[in-house]
Nanobody
C-alpha cells in the first residue's frame, strides 16, 4: 500500500539542483513523512536523510550527501522536502519517501521518483 506521494524528480546536469517533496497520499491524517531513501538497481535501499517529527530537532544524513542535500519539513502542509544541490551522476537513483502511519502503527513508503544526473 502506497502511503506517500513524491514529486520533483527528473533529469538534471552534473552540478545542478532539484527539490523533492513528499506528502501523505490523499492528505491522510496521522500519516507523517519522515525520511528520504534512494535505490539503484542491484543495490540495497539506502537512507539519504531523515527528520524527526518532534520540532525538527533530529536530522541525519547519509554520508555521501552531507553538505549537499538538505531535508526540511512544513508541518502545516504535512510535507517534507529534499533540496539537492551539486548533484553528481552517482546520485542517480529512485528516491523514496518513508514515513509512519500513526493510525495503523506501521511504516509506509511512497512509490518513488526517478532522479537522473547526467555527466
Amino acid at each position: 500500500q502506497v502511503e506517500f506521494v513524491e514529486f520533483g524528480g527528473g533529469l538534471v546536469p552534473y552540478g545542478g539542483s532539484l527539490r523533492l517533496s513528499c506528502t501523505a497520499s490523499g492528505s491522510a491524517a496521522g500519516v507523517v513523512p519522515e525520511a528520504w531513501y534512494r535505490q539503484v538497481p542491484g543495490k540495497e535501499r539506502e537512507m539519504v536523510a531523515m527528520i524527526s517529527t518532534e520540532h525538527d530537532i533530529l536530522i541525519n544524513y547519509g554520508g555521501s550527501v552531507k553538505g549537499r542535500f538538505t531535508i526540511s519539513r512544513d508541518v502545516a502542509k504535512n510535507t517534507i522536502y529534499l533540496q539537492m544541490n551539486n548533484l553528481k551522476p552517482e546520485d542517480t537513483a529512485v528516491y523514496y519517501c518513508k514515513g509512519f502511519n500513526y493510525n495503523s502503527g506501521r511504516a509506509g513508503w511512497g512509490q518513488g521518483t526517478q532522479v537522473t544526473v547526467s555527466s
